[in-house]
């Protein structure tokens, strides 16, 4: 939140139409919204997590609830997003890889840390893509969102166990997955 502001004062003020409280909004919640939708695999993640927001600001008149409870939202609206993404990519294939993809879309001055952070990012990505959708959608949303185990399972549609069994068999997974590269734990 902005420094002296409570989130009912935020909040009122959003869905009063204060752009700078939008702006509260969206820049606490958007990196963790876009890194679940990267480590997803959306090829257009800060599109999805825009739509995500437009979404969320359109509607903010509806909701009630505390700052979790709107964290959970967004989650929701962006999970939602991102499986009407994978029906509409499934529908209509794209090629991916443009010169952006390889050579890297942020420029850096440090080679060496640049490089070593590509592949902590390429890691990261392999290991989520080793995972189901469900278990990875589990695993993102409490790690990357900080979601309960109850936001979880509302945001897919889902009951309390089957998130515990789908985070418990993911996590098996990863772990097995990094004791097979040799990463050690």
Known sequence: MAVGTTFPEV?????????????????????????????HGALEPDDLASESFIGLF????????????????????????LVDDWRRRSRRPQVRGSDADLLGAIPGGDVEEDALAA???????????????DQRAAILMRIVGD???????????????????????????????????????
């Open 58 to 81: 359109t509607s903010l008149s509806t909701f009630d609830g505390d700052e979790g409870a709107l964290r959970a939202w967004v989650f929701t609206i962006a999970h939602r997003r």
């Open 11 to 39: 909040l009122a003020a959003a869905r009063a139409g204060a752009a700078w409280a939008f702006e509260v909004l969206y820049r606490d919640l958007a990196p963790s919204v876009t890194g679940y939708l990267r480590l």
């Open 119 to 133: 592949l902590g990012s390429v890691a990261v990505h392999e290991l989520c893509a080793a995972l189901p959708d």
């Open 147 to 185: 979601l309960s185990l109850e936001q979880v399972a509302d945001a897919m549609d889902r009951s309390v166990g089957a998130v515990k069994a789908l985070q418990r068999r993911g996590l098996l997974t990863l772990r097995s997955e990094l004791e097979r590269t040799g990463v050690p734990l």
